[in-house]
């Protein structure tokens, strides 16, 4: 009971001073949505990018850490935003059918990539893997002038919101095809908050990934906009602008994971959540994990906070869960119970 309170009291507080910052430009625009239902167009594959790598640094290590940078495969609304981009950590000295690449996909409204390389760049280079950070459009040096980091990822101007997603899922994919031709190997992604939620959009359609990993993941858009705190200067905008919510779930019908099965196998799959979490709760991430056949899910005493207070102990948990995926020695199915020690896969 306790660790519930804490855990719900860490994320309003977050949410009251992590999301207090508001648009300043009025986004509502009338839209009309994605034309059609045509998966494969909407999910349009990228060609195999030229991807352009700048080292800056030859670790004692045995790391090379750089930026790299590649035209994306689908433009937004705003030609400054557009050229994929990122960091990276790679070693040159193994083979590629040995060599493993981590694609790791930052969160929405993230300032900086700090708080992933916390989580998971210390533990996965001790493993020798391969580290890419791609950055996630609207954010960091994407960021549009005089706007805060993310501010026109997603916006009340939901036909611009559905092509910077399909740009953020795209680049991605281009990404993972890249890493498969050019370095070799297997290729993991690993998305945290919402680069979760674009890890799922990603499964759905690239079978290139080998692996996915979803941290604190979301499945609804609608669901997070018109039903939680973090979307509600969004809902404000819509609602001014005379959105209802049945019209949102028709102008955001292809964004929901949940409507389709993964090209990634289901046993290639881990789902990791909190129990408490208030971003983005389990009646939003449920769905998704029962659609897709309840794949491999650890569940953690926590709420979305636990990004920072259980960081340490997820990135062991993947770790290990990789490991014995590249054994071939699959954990065996087990259910979590709350009181339950953390760190057990459902």
Same mark, same amino acid.
């Given at each position: 009971?306790?660790?519930?309170?804490?855990?719900? $009291?860490l994320?309003?507080?977050?949410? /009251?001073?992590?999301?207090?910052e508001?648009?300043?430009?009025?986004?509502?625009?009338?839209?009309?949505?994605?034309?059609?239902?045509?998966?494969?167009?909407?999910?349009?594959?990228?060609? =195999?990018?030229?991807?352009?790598?700048?080292?800056?640094?030859?670790?004692?290590?045995?790391?090379?850490? +750089?930026?790299?940078?590649?035209?994306?495969?689908?433009?937004? $609304?705003?030609?400054?935003?557009d050229?994929?981009?990122?960091?990276?950590?790679?070693?040159?000295?193994?083979?590629?059918? *040995?060599? =493993?690449?981590?694609?790791i996909?930052?969160?929405?409204?993230m300032?900086?990539?700090?708080?992933?390389?916390?989580?998971? $760049?210390? /533990?996965?280079?001790?493993?020798?893997y391969?580290?890419?950070?791609? /950055?996630?459009?609207?954010?960091?040096?994407?960021?549009?002038?005089?706007?805060?980091? +993310?501010?026109?990822?997603? @916006?009340?101007?939901?036909?611009?919101?559905?092509?910077? !997603?399909?740009?953020? @899922?795209?680049?991605?994919?281009?990404?993972?095809?890249?890493?498969?031709? &050019?370095?070799? *190997?297997?290729?993991?992604?690993?998305?945290?908050?919402? *680069?979760?939620?674009?890890?799922?959009?990603? &499964?759905?359609?690239?079978?290139?990934?080998?692996?996915?990993?979803?941290?604190m993941y979301?499945?609804?858009? =609608?669901?997070?906009?018109?039903? @939680?705190?973090? +979307?509600?200067?969004?809902?404000a905008?819509?609602?001014?602008g005379?959105? @209802?919510?049945?019209e949102?779930?028709?102008?955001?019908?292809? $964004?929901e994971?949940?409507?389709?099965?993964?090209?990634?196998?289901?046993?290639?799959?881990?789902?990791l959540?909190?129990?408490?979490?208030?971003?983005?709760?389990p009646?939003?991430?449920?769905?998704?994990?029962e659609?897709? *056949?309840?794949?491999?899910?650890? !569940?953690?005493?926590?709420g979305?906070a +636990?990004?920072? !207070?259980?960081?340490?102990?997820? &990135?062991?948990?993947v770790?290990?869960?990789?490991?014995?995926?590249?054994?071939?020695?699959?954990?065996p199915?087990?259910? !979590?119970?709350?009181?339950? &020690?953390?760190?057990?896969?459902?």
């Open positions: 009971m306790f660790k519930k309170l804490l855990a719900k $009291t994320d309003h507080l977050g949410i /009251t001073f992590l999301f207090s508001r648009s300043k430009v009025f986004h509502y625009k009338p839209s009309v949505g994605f034309p059609s239902d045509d998966f494969e167009a909407f999910y349009q594959a990228p060609e =195999v990018p030229e991807v352009r790598m700048s080292p800056q640094m030859n670790r004692p290590d045995g790391y090379e850490f +750089g930026r790299f940078e590649f035209e994306s495969p689908l433009l937004s $609304t705003h030609p400054e935003n050229g994929a981009r990122g960091e990276y950590y790679i070693r040159h000295d193994q083979k590629p059918a *040995g060599r =493993v690449n981590v694609v996909v930052h969160g929405w409204r300032e900086h990539l700090q708080r992933v390389h916390k989580m998971f $760049t210390k /533990t996965f280079q001790k493993a020798g391969d580290l890419y950070f791609p /950055t996630v459009p609207y954010h960091f040096d994407r960021a549009l002038p005089g706007s805060y980091s +993310g501010e026109y990822l997603v @916006t009340a101007d939901l036909d611009h919101s559905l092509q910077s !997603l399909r740009q953020t @899922t795209a680049e991605i994919r281009a990404l993972i095809r890249w890493i498969k031709q &050019a370095r070799g *190997g297997k290729v993991v992604v690993i998305g945290v908050s919402m *680069g979760g939620y674009f890890s799922n959009m990603m &499964a759905l359609c690239e079978e290139e990934a080998d692996y996915v990993i979803s941290v979301g499945n609804s858009l =609608v669901h997070a906009i018109w039903h @939680t705190r973090i +979307g509600r200067h969004i809902r905008d819509l609602e001014q005379g959105m @209802t919510l049945p949102l779930e028709d102008r955001l019908r292809m $964004t994971p949940s409507r389709w099965q993964p090209k990634v196998p289901k046993e290639n799959i881990l789902f959540h909190g129990l408490y979490d208030v971003y983005i709760p009646r939003d991430t449920n769905p998704l994990w659609a897709w *056949g309840r794949p491999d899910r650890v !569940l953690y005493p926590c979305h +636990g990004i920072v !207070l259980y960081r340490r102990q997820m &990135a062991r948990d770790l290990h869960w990789l490991q014995e995926k590249f054994q071939n020695e699959p954990e199915v087990r259910v !979590l119970q709350e009181a339950a &020690a953390v760190g057990k896969f459902l």
